[in-house]
DNA sequence: TCGACGACATAACATAGGTTAAACCACGAT
DNA sequence: ATCGTGGTTTAACCTATGTTATGTCGTCGA
């Protein structure tokens, strides 16, 4: 047992029994190694597996038949990915290696394994699942009713705070592996216009974007420009969970 | 027993059994009717209840700090709602009748006895997830990278497929109760834009718009201006399903 | 019957952001 | 060292869509 890429990660919900943590070792296959860039499974292909992210980060997206494409949602380590595409024999959006990867892959055939043999880890998933959610209703409203700049200062600091959970330190001239044109396909903009609104956020003196990676230098000032509200992160874990746990005890 | 909105609702995806009915028929409360216009819950306040929709359309949006709003959902008779916020603390969006409605509610924390109780019900649930999320990837597409003739028609198709599953009948000059402002809202447009749109569209007979409603005149046509690729909708319900069925057999 | 209100319609004008194009820069492969 | 490729930068120009404003229409409550 020991290294599971999903263990470390369900238990940043809830200390999980041995026999929690066996069931879910004995879901995961091999970690596969992606390159960046590579394409972990295109659109329309079939959904026998979602994964963890282990190392490094992924991206879904959807490419439009007029060759435009919409990036649909960013992972960072300990992400898990595909748990949308449970209710569908085909993926219904694309999903790339954006920085060299290692992700693990558990056939979804199994989570029946999981709802009936574990309350715990069911709610974990649900857990996870509304999360996911939140998320993308929140991308919604960036897309929907926010100028380019606050669309970009926004979903920066998303990043920053999904980072920090997985304990990445950004402070620290840490740089966050996007490139323009990844950006302007996520937030609906052209690159180039990702580019004049960088400069303008780089003039303030709150990132400083450059080849390779951008590097946030005043969160607090990007999340006034975003009108930020960190609350459709904040999930309720031991609101949610600690009935469950009380029942394991009970029983 | 008998009249349980939400059975009807599940036995879409599958045949219940008579335990599963008990439990869900005992989980679900009185109807609430509501009004059109009324507020059904805010932003902020406490996520005691999901709630199936019976009659009626209801939407779900968040108001900005600048006076503007977005609207992230639309609900017809049969949705389910809320279960997004499961695993939060408080509504991160607001909840408002469009028409005269009535809704059922279920206390969120009973979720727990469906998932120690059912395998069926669980798999139910979590592929009600998946679709909601599928939806709102959808519209994530829609906002991002689509021209407003574009985002409108595939709104419309969308919602007439979603009624179709209902069983209602859209072609019999069924008209959709969705004001121009509330559309523009959803699609991150102004209300003047729709208004423009509409009149192109209208010159083309493919919609009737007028006073208290949409009337589709030609779906195919309107599918062929949007790019409408239904995928997103089709769930695989028996692939999903038919092995939590033949355990229930074997065991 | 009146008034008030909300939805619809249309016009004139303003602008955020798209498009095209051309340099430039860094870096990995040969 | 050199080339090619992908990301960045900048500029000039363009257009889809927003804004403001004003008027009409239908409906509902008093």
Redesign the pocket.
Known sequence: MGSSCIIKHFEYYSPLSDGDKELLDSLEKAPRAVRKNESVWQQGSPTEHFYTVSKGWVYAYRNMEDGTRQVLDLFVPGDIVGLREFAFRKRISGLNALTDAEICPFPKKRMVDVFSQSLLLSNIFFMIASRDQSILLERLVNLGRR???AKLAHFLVEISQRLAKTNVDISNHYKIPL???LL?DAL??????V?????ELKEEGLIN????GIELLDLEGLKKVAGFDPCYLDEDIDGMLGEVRSRYVAS
């Open positions: 100028s380019a700049k490139s323009q044109g302007a609906g903009l052209s690159a180039v216009h580019n004049r609104t960088f400069h974007p450059g080849h390779g």
